[in-house]
């Protein structure tokens, strides 16, 4: 059991797994294929047994609220449990319901953002978002003609993964380097990225670049929009926490010996945009100004994720 729950959290923590989306659905099913093989008789000792799983796999992506609100949608519930068997259905159904959600909710987006491309259009986009991406491969199926702009997205390059995937979708796509983002702003006419974690005030927290994105689209007046599913609220926000920005290994900037020992190195996952950056949110339950996600929060998650 705890095998199914190590394997996941590393995957999620080497990057195996990435984006905010797929990391979501990975530690709700991880979760849920934990319950389904559980053969203790003991709910006191499920419950425990539950609460370190749960411990693992958060520890993996600490940054990600969407993983934070997967984890706990799946949980929601099984302390008013009564017995084993019912506990174990709580978090089986849960997850379920979630990755059907979040698959669902990608959809959804993809459907309301391919609206704001028109033909002729130079898009841009940022690492490797499902979000995002579906909203570009729903324009191109809709035989819209129009180019992407895609970053390298290092250090890991998941501008790599993007390119690929839209070349094989069909889409003119052109990966540029990170650095290149405002030299080619002035032929982008809309950016589209994703999202890691919504604040409560509409800042966004994503892949390191995105703020730099963002200020050279309002520099050049390009349209920014954030593709992200409503489970990327934050509602710890609400209360006063802070996002904690991850640091990975300096191993992924530089090779062993490559510089001198003295020299520090920087290497964080991720940056935060402010909202007066962002032209809209895309979400599945529509398109909304950065200052709507507050009231989104009470109103969708207020009875749920924040009583846990």
Request: hydrophobic share 40%; glycine share 8%.
């Amino acid at each position: 059991m705890q095998d199914i729950i190590a394997e996941t959290s590393e995957k999620i923590r080497d990057m195996t797994i990435r984006g905010a989306g797929r990391i979501a659905r990975a530690g709700a099913d991880a979760l849920g294929r934990f319950a389904e093989s559980y053969t203790g008789n003991s709910l006191e000792a499920f419950r425990e047994d539950l609460d370190r799983a749960v411990a693992t796999i958060l520890d993996s992506r600490p940054t990600a609220v969407s993983l934070w609100n997967g984890v706990h949608s799946t949980v929601r519930g099984v302390d008013s449990a009564s017995s084993v068997d019912e506990a174990r259905e709580i978090v089986i159904s849960n997850s379920r319901e979630f990755c059907e959600r979040s698959e669902k909710a990608v959809e959804t987006i993809a459907r309301i953002g391919a609206k704001r491309i028109e033909d002729g259009d130079t898009v841009m986009t940022h690492c490797n978002s499902s979000a995002a991406l579906g909203v570009i491969e729903e324009a191109h199926r809709q035989g819209k003609d129009f180019r992407v702009f895609a970053t390298e997205s290092r250090p890991w390059r998941q501008g790599i993964l993007t390119v690929t995937q839209l070349a094989e979708a069909g889409v003119d796509v052109t990966m540029i380097i990170d650095s290149a983002v405002r030299y080619v702003m002035n032929d982008t006419d809309k950016v589209f990225v994703g999202a890691d974690t919504i604040t409560s005030h509409g800042a966004v927290i994503n892949k390191i670049g995105t703020s730099q994105l963002a200020l050279a689209a309002h520099e050049a007046r390009t349209q920014f929009y954030v593709c992200g599913e409503t489970y990327k609220f934050s509602p710890m926000t609400v209360f006063g926490d802070m996002v904690r920005i991850e640091e990975r290994e300096t191993s992924e900037v530089v090779r062993p010996g490559e510089i001198p020992d003295s020299v520090k190195i920087f290497n964080p996952v991720f940056d935060s945009t402010p909202a007066q950056y962002i032209d809209a949110i895309i979400t599945e339950v529509g398109m909304v100004p950065p200052t709507a996600v507050y009231d989104i929060l009470v109103r969708q998650l207020g009875d749920g994720i924040f009583k846990e």
